[in-house]
């Protein structure tokens, strides 16, 4: 039976979610990789301003267009309504697949931390945990995800405050770097910034979305960039960009080099803790994108089904709780990575698109992300591209398909 969604989450809930998504997804994962890319600590750190810029302009434009269709979806339905049908569900696919290599690779740092030789055990626990949690209601959700980003925040306090006081390598230490080492971090710390999307895609779960939902995305995001720029700072400030970008664990490993080995355990369990808080927001949101799919057709009806006692897209939560566990079971942390940005970075891109066609009011914001999402999706790791790019391509083969089915 397909019902409404229950308006549950103030502006306090919406802004913990999109938190829970960020900091898990950025902090412990994207920050080596996107080392190895930059060459430096410094050109670390403008790639991290440069995916932050990029994602200002996402998240203004995604504020503007979830105050006018406050409904699930995201920019899924953005694209839609504003630039046609073809474009919402070429935004939808791209955020599903790509959000579930996310989820895979938040479910298997969870098992990286917490048992790693038995990772992707661990990690199909985590998502059939956090999927039950899910079925119960939004607002357990939005509950669990505030302890889990309390613990987080602490964790990251400690961190700093040990890393910034003891002296190593420079900033600007590190083999070099170029413009497009720049590019290829900012498109990868993207990876860690694309949270706030979870704000816009429960857009039918928020009271008073109008007015909620433009307060929390920027709010959300300005308190991630914080947190990513001190522990940044402090990282590299031990560990230099060489060791960080070789580095599996690299909090873990700083907290060591700084002297202060006995913090190495509670950075593990911190790590695995904001693992968990990304992937139970992260399976909100792909869920609630398959919902609004299912709705018009795009996916099986079925999956549009509203659970009459918790208010939830049920079914939608089960496949994907399903599908991402499958994935964990075999996958790979950091080639999920580079396979996710690119796919969010195209959502994005048809979301600056679509609110570009709201007016004169925003474009030049709208505009400047339209740009930086291309150019950072097309500057990640050349298999990243061509795979997102082949599943974006077979998304629109199906939709194709299906349209010319139709008209028969």
């Known amino acids: 039976m397909t019902r409404e969604l229950r308006r549950t989450l103030g502006v306090f809930d919406a802004v913990v979610i999109g938190l829970g998504a960020m900091v898990g997804a950025g902090i412990f994962v994207a920050l080596a990789p996107a080392a190895r890319a930059a060459g430096s600590g410094t050109l670390l750190l403008a790639g991290l301003a440069l995916a932050a810029v990029v994602a200002y302009c996402n998240a203004m434009a995604s504020a503007r267009l979830a105050a006018l269709y406050p409904a699930s979806g995201g920019t899924y339905v953005y694209g839609r309504e504003r630039l046609g049908p073809f474009w919402g569900y070429l935004a939808g696919w791209g955020f599903v697949v790509g959000k579930t290599a996310s ?102 779960e928020v009271r008073d979305p109008a007015r909620t939902i433009p307060r929390a995305v920027p709010l959300a995001l300005g308190i991630a960039l914080v947190v990513y720029a001190c522990v940044a ?127 004169r009011r925003g474009r030049v914001v709208a505009g400047g992300g339209l740009v930086g999402c291309v150019v950072l999706a097309f500057s990640l790791p050349v298999s990243s591209v061509v795979a997102g790019a082949a599943v974006l391509a077979a998304g629109a083969g199906v939709y194709a398909w299906r349209v010319r089915a139709g008209g028969r």
């Open 103 to 204: 989820c895979a690779a938040m479910a298997l740092t969870v098992g990286a931390y917490v048992w790693p030789e038995q990772a992707h055990g661990v990690a199909v626990g985590a998502v059939v945990a956090l999927t039950a949690v899910n079925y119960g209601g939004v607002q357990k959700s939005a509950w669990l995800t505030r302890a889990i980003v309390g613990v987080v925040l602490a964790v990251l306090v400690g961190v700093v405050v040990v890393c910034l006081g003891a002296s190593g390598p420079s900033l600007g230490s590190g083999p070099g770097g170029s413009p497009g080492g720049v590019l290829q971090a900012a498109g990868l710390l993207f990876f860690a910034f694309a949270g706030y999307a979870r704000i816009a895609t429960l857009g039918e």
């Open 233 to 359: 700072v402090a990282v590299v400030s031990v560990l230099g960009a060489a060791e960080l970008a070789s580095s599996a664990a690299p909090l873990a490993d700083a907290v060591r080099a700084a002297g202060v080995g006995e913090l190495a355990p509670v950075v593990r369990v911190g790590a695995a803790v904001a693992a968990l808080g990304s992937l139970l927001a992260l399976i909100l949101g792909v869920s609630r994108t398959t919902l609004a799919m299912a709705r018009d057709g795009h996916l099986p009806r079925a999956l549009a089904a509203v659970h009459p006692r918790f208010q939830v897209p049920h079914r939608a939560e089960l496949v994907v709780g399903a599908v991402v566990a499958a994935v964990a079971a075999v996958g790979d942390v950091r080639e999920a990575i580079g396979f996710s940005s690119f796919g969010v970075l195209a959502y994005y891109a048809v979301a600056n698109a679509s609110a570009w066609t709201l007016g």
